[in-house]
C-alpha cells in the first residue's frame, strides 16, 4: 500500500505534533495549572445551564448512550459522553460550526468527590465537501476513586465558570478486544443488514456496532437482528439524535463516527468505517480475508488505510433477479471513482485518528491507500438503495462475477457447517444406541 500522507494530506503530521510534543505538553501544563488556580475558586456558581429532558441516557450492553445531543446556550453541543477505563478518561464528543472557537475556550470536569481537571479541545479547521460541521473531543482523566466503577456522575464546565452541563451519568464502556471491527449507523434499511454482516463476518470482522438512527418506538432492528445481537456479533446503539439548525443531516453520522472510534480506540485495533449497501472486496487470491491486509506492525502508526469506491449495479434493460444483493448487481462501472472525490472509505486504526469525517482522517496519523486492483477495493451498490435520487450513477457495462463468487463460497462455507453439524448429530445418535445396547448385553 503507497503512503499518499505527502500528496493529499499534508496537514495531519504537523498539526498532530502540538498534541505528542512533550514540551507544548509541558507548556500546556504550566497554562492549564495557571488556569486551574485562576478559575476554580475564584468564582462561585450562580447558574447551570442545561437543556433538562436532554439528560437521559439510555442503557446497552455497551455502556450507556445520550438520548439526545445536550445542548445549552455558550457550550458545544454534545453528542455522548463515556468513560474509558482503558485510558482512564472521560470522553466528550461534539459537534460545531466553524465559527464556534471552543479551542480558545477552558473546560472543567468537576467529579463529585470534588477532583477537577482543566481541559480543552483541539481545534478542527479542515473542510471536506464545505459541510457547515466540525468536530469538538474533549477528554479528562478519571480519578482514582472513579476508575473502576460502572458509572458516575459528572460536571463539565466552561471556564470562567456559570455555564455547565450538571451531573452528566457518565457509564464506562465495554472494552471488548477485537483485532476487526465495524461501525455504522442505519435508519430503516433492515432488510439490508444480514447479507452485509454475513458478507463481512465471513471476511474476517469480528464485531459490528450498529448505531440505529431510528426513534426508539419505529426502529424494528431489535427484532430483525436479534441473532446476531444474541451470538454477540452485533451491538445495537440507540442514536436518534435531532438535527440542528445550521448543519446538515451529516452531524449526526459525524457524531457517531467520533463517538465509535473515541469508544473503541483501546479495544479496536481497525474499524471498517462503511454504510450497509458498501462492501469491502479482498482483490488478492492469496490474501481471501480481510485482516491478511492489515495485520502487518508496518502499520501500526497508519490512521487509515483508504479503500476506493466502485460501483456495482445492472444495466437498466436487465431485470436483477436474486435474493441478494450482490447476486442483482454483477455489472460494475468501468473504472473505480478517483481518490478525494466524496466516494473514498476507511478501515482506521482508531488509536491513530483524534477527529474523523465521512471520508477523511481530519487529524491523526498517515494515511495509506490500498490498491482496488490488487488489494481491496469498496464495492458500492447504490442502485439498490432507496435515496439513489439526486446521485450520478456510471453506466454499468462490465461484466464482473468476482462478488458473486464470494457469496457462493459464503453460502456453501455455511452449508458445511450445517451438515457436519448434523453429521455429527446422527454420528452421535447412531453410536450411543448401540453402545448403551452392547453395554447392556455384557452386563
Ligand atoms: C447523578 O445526577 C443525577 C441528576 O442528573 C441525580 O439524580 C443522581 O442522583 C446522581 N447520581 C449520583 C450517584 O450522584
Ligand atoms: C444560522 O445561520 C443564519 C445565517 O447565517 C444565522 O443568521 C443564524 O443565527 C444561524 N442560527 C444558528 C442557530 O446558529
Ligand atoms: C496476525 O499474524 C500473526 C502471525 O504473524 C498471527 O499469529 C495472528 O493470529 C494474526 N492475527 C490475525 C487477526 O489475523
Request: aromatic share 12%; charged share 20%.
Given at each position: 500500500m503507497e503512503n499518499e500522507n505527502n500528496k493529499t494530506e499534508p496537514q495531519l503530521v504537523s498539526a498532530l505534533k502540538p498534541i505528542t510534543g512533550k514540551s507544548c505538553l509541558l507548556i500546556l501544563s504550566i497554562l492549564v495549572t495557571a488556569y486551574v488556580w485562576l478559575f476554580s475558586g475564584a468564582f462561585t456558581i450562580s447558574r447551570d445551564v442545561v437543556k433538562g429532558p436532554d439528560l437521559r441516557v439510555q442503557e446497552t450492553t455497551d455502556g450507556c448512550y445520550l438520548e439526545d445531543k445536550l445542548q445549552a446556550p455558550h457550550l458545544p453541543d454534545l453528542h455522548s459522553v463515556f468513560a474509558d477505563r482503558i485510558s482512564g478518561q472521560v470522553v466528550f464528543v461534539g459537534l460545531k460550526l466553524l465559527r464556534q472557537t471552543w479551542h480558545r475556550v477552558l473546560f472543567r470536569c468537576e467529579f463529585p468527590s470534588g477532583d477537577i481537571s482543566v481541559v480543552h479541545a483541539v481545534d478542527d479547521r479542515r473542510s471536506f465537501g464545505h459541510?457547515?460541521?466540525?468536530?469538538?473531543?474533549?477528554?479528562?482523566?478519571?480519578?482514582?476513586?472513579?476508575?473502576?466503577?460502572?458509572?458516575?456522575?459528572?460536571?463539565?464546565?466552561?471556564?470562567?465558570?456559570?455555564?455547565?452541563?450538571?451531573?452528566?451519568?457518565?457509564?464506562?464502556?465495554?472494552?471488548?478486544?477485537?483485532?476487526?471491527?465495524?461501525?455504522?449507523?442505519?435508519?430503516?434499511?433492515?432488510?439490508?443488514?444480514?447479507?452485509?454482516?454475513?458478507?463481512?463476518?465471513?471476511?474476517?470482522?469480528?464485531?459490528?456496532?450498529?448505531?440505529?438512527?431510528?426513534?426508539?418506538?419505529?426502529?424494528?432492528?431489535?427484532?430483525?437482528?436479534?441473532?446476531?445481537?444474541?451470538?454477540?456479533?452485533?451491538?445495537?446503539?440507540?442514536?436518534?439524535?435531532?438535527?440542528?439548525?445550521?448543519?446538515?443531516?451529516?452531524?449526526?453520522?459525524?457524531?457517531?463516527?467520533?463517538?465509535?472510534?473515541?469508544?473503541?480506540?483501546?479495544?479496536?485495533?481497525?474499524?471498517?468505517?462503511?454504510?450497509?449497501?458498501?462492501?469491502?472486496?479482498?482483490?488478492?487470491?492469496?490474501r481471501p480475508r480481510i485482516p491478511e491486509y492489515l495485520n502487518d506492525s508496518l502499520y501500526d502508526s497508519v490512521a487509515a488505510v483508504r479503500i476506493q469506491n466502485w460501483f456495482f449495479g445492472h444495466p437498466p434493460r436487465i431485470a436483477p433477479r436474486g435474493d441478494s444483493v450482490i447476486e442483482r448487481n454483477r455489472w460494475r462501472a468501468e473504472k473505480h471513482t478517483l481518490q478525494n472525490t466524496g466516494h473514498d472509505k476507511n478501515i482506521l486504526r482508531p488509536i491513530n485518528v483524534h477527529y474523523y469525517k465521512i471520508h477523511s482522517v481530519k487529524l491523526g496519523g498517515d494515511v495509506i491507500s490500498a490498491d482496488p486492483y490488487t488489494e481491496m477495493r469498496l464495492v458500492h451498490y447504490r442502485t439498490d438503495n432507496q435515496r439513489a435520487r439526486h446521485f450520478d450513477l456510471p453506466k454499468f457495462k462490465e461484466r464482473d462475477e468476482s462478488m458473486v463468487r464470494i457469496r457462493q463460497a459464503l453460502v456453501n462455507h455455511r452449508l458445511q457447517g450445517r451438515s457436519s453439524k448434523n453429521n455429527k448429530r446422527r454420528i452421535s445418535k447412531k453410536v450411543r444406541k448401540p453402545k448403551i445396547s452392547k453395554e447392556t448385553i455384557r452386563i
Open positions: 459541510l457547515p460541521q466540525y468536530v469538538v473531543v474533549l477528554t479528562c482523566p478519571i480519578p482514582n476513586e472513579y476508575r473502576l466503577r460502572s458509572s458516575f456522575n459528572i460536571t463539565l464546565r466552561r471556564l470562567p465558570g456559570t455555564d455547565a452541563y450538571r451531573n452528566i451519568k457518565a457509564c464506562a464502556t465495554s472494552n471488548e478486544k477485537h483485532f476487526l471491527a465495524m461501525c455504522t449507523m442505519v435508519k430503516s434499511v433492515d432488510a439490508f443488514i444480514p447479507q452485509w454482516l454475513d458478507y463481512h463476518r465471513y471476511l474476517g470482522v469480528q464485531h459490528v456496532y450498529i448505531y440505529d438512527n431510528d426513534k426508539p418506538a419505529q426502529s424494528t432492528l431489535q427484532t430483525s437482528l436479534q441473532n446476531y445481537i444474541k451470538a454477540g456479533f452485533v451491538t445495537l446503539i440507540p442514536w436518534a439524535h435531532s438535527t440542528s439548525v445550521n448543519k446538515t443531516y451529516l452531524e449526526v453520522q459525524i457524531a457517531h463516527e467520533n463517538d465509535c472510534i473515541w469508544r473503541h480506540k483501546h479495544d479496536v485495533d481497525w474499524m471498517i468505517k462503511i454504510d450497509v449497501d458498501e462492501y469491502i472486496q479482498p482483490m488478492d487470491a492469496r
